[in-house]
C-alpha cells in the first residue's frame, strides 16, 4: 500500500535531500520492510494511510524488538518519523503517526578501538612488496592518520589529494565535503603506492593520471570497495595475532580514542570526523583506568602521600 509513496519519497531523498545512495538504499529498506508488517500483520484493518496510528507504530516495534538491536529499532523508527513527515508535508496525511512513539533507550557502549601498540602492529604487519601491499598499507596509514570514514576513503580521487599541503578533501554524509590533515607517514605510503600503481593503471587502462580516476584500485583497476577493505583488514587482524574482530570503523574509534587521550579539544576532533552534533563525539569520552589513575596521581592534592 505504501510502495507509490515510497518512491515519491525516494526522489526526496536523492533530490532535496542530497543524500548518498547507500543511505537511501537503506531508508527505502527499513519502509519496504514496514510495509510488509502492514500487509501481513493487519491487511483488513489497515487499508489506508489514514489507519496508521500509534498504536500501529507500538505493534510494529514490539515485532522490531524480537529480531532487533534497539539501535536498529531507533534507527528503523527514524525512518518512519521521517517519511511520514514528507507525507504531512505533501499533504497525503493530516498527521505524523511516528512523532508521539517514544525512541527505544539505546544500550551504552564503548565504540570497540585498538591500543596504539596494536594499530602500530596491525599497520606494520603488511609485508613490503608488490602494488597491492603498498595499496593496503597506504590504506591502513590513511584510515588512521585521518579518521574518516571506509566509505569515505575508497570514493577518494586523485584531486582530493593535497599531499604537499598536508591536506585531503573528503565528501561525507549528506555528501558534504570537508578538509581533513593527514599524517607525513600516511603521506609517504601514498606516495609509495601511487608510484607502484601507474603500471597497474596503464596494465588495465584506468588512465590513472585523470584527476577523478581513483585512489585506491582493486586487482582489474577499478575503485576499491568497502567490503574489500574490511576483508583486507581481517586478514591483517589475523596476520599480527590479534584475538578479536576488527572493522574498518575501528581504525576510525581508534583514531579519535588516541587524539582525545592524547589532550585534543572534543571540538576538533568532532570537526575531523565530520560529525554534525557534538553528543555523537561524546562516546569517545572514555579513558581507561590507567589514563584516569595518571590524571588523579599528577593532580590531586592527597595523591602525593603512598597508599
Avoid: W
Avoid at 73 to 91: G, H, I
Avoid at 164 to 174: A, D, E, S
Amino acid at each position: 500500500m505504501l510502495e507509490i509513496y515510497i518512491k515519491q519519497f525516494e526522489q526526496y531523498l536523492k533530490v532535496e535531500r542530497n543524500l548518498s545512495e547507500h543511505t537511501c538504499r537503506n531508508y527505502l529498506l527499513d519502509l519496504r520492510e514496514f510495509d510488509s508488517f502492514l500487509q501481513e500483520k493487519s491487511p483488513s484493518c489497515i487499508s489506508a494511510l489514514k489507519n496508521i496510528d500509534n498504536l500501529v507504530m507500538r505493534a510494529y516495534l514490539g515485532t522490531l524488538a524480537k529480531h532487533n538491536k534497539r539501535s536498529s529499532q531507533a534507527r528503523k523508527l527514524s525512518c518512519l518519523r521521517t517519511f511520514f513527515k514528507f507525507l504531512v508535508k505533501e499533504e497525503v496525511m493530516a498527521h505524523n503517526p511516528a512523532a508521539s512513539v517514544r525512541t527505544p533507550k539505546l544500550e551504552k557502549y564503548l565504540p570497540p578501538h585498538l591500543s596504539v601498540d596494536e594499530t602500530f602492529g596491525l599497520i606494520e604487519s603488511v609485508p613490503a612488496g608488490d602494488v597491492m601491499h603498498a595499496r593496503d598499507r597506504a590504506i591502513l596509514e590513511v584510515l588512521y592518520s585521518t579518521g574518516i570514514r571506509v566509505s569515505e576513503m575508497v570514493g577518494l580521487n586523485r584531486n582530493d589529494l593535497e599531499c604537499n599541503l598536508g591536506i585531503i578533501k573528503v565528501q561525507g554524509k549528506g555528501r558534504k565535503e570537508r578538509i581533513v590533515p593527514i599524517g607525513k607517514k600516511a603521506i609517504a605510503a601514498l606516495a609509495h603506492y601511487l608510484g607502484k600503481s601507474e603500471h597497474l593503471c596503464e596494465k588495465h587502462g584506468a588512465g590513472s593520471l585523470a584527476e577523478k580516476s581513483p585512489v585506491f584500485l582493486n586487482m582489474k583497476g577499478g575503485r576499491l570497495t568497502s567490503r574489500s577493505v574490511a576483508r583486507l583488514i581481517d586478514k591483517y587482524v589475523k596476520n599480527c595475532g590479534l584475538q578479536r574482530s576488527i572493522s574498518p570503523h575501528s581504525l576510525r574509534h581508534s583514531f579519535a580514542t588516541h587524539l582525545l587521550n592524547a589532550g585534543a579539544d572534543l571540538r576538533a576532533i568532532q570537526e575531523l570526523l565530520g560529525h554534525v552534533n557534538l553528543s555523537t563525539t561524546q562516546r569517545y569520552t572514555h579513558l581507561n583506568i590507567d589514563k584516569l589513575m595518571e590524571v588523579y596521581d599528577r593532580a590531586h592534592p592527597r595523591s602525593k602521600e603512598k597508599r
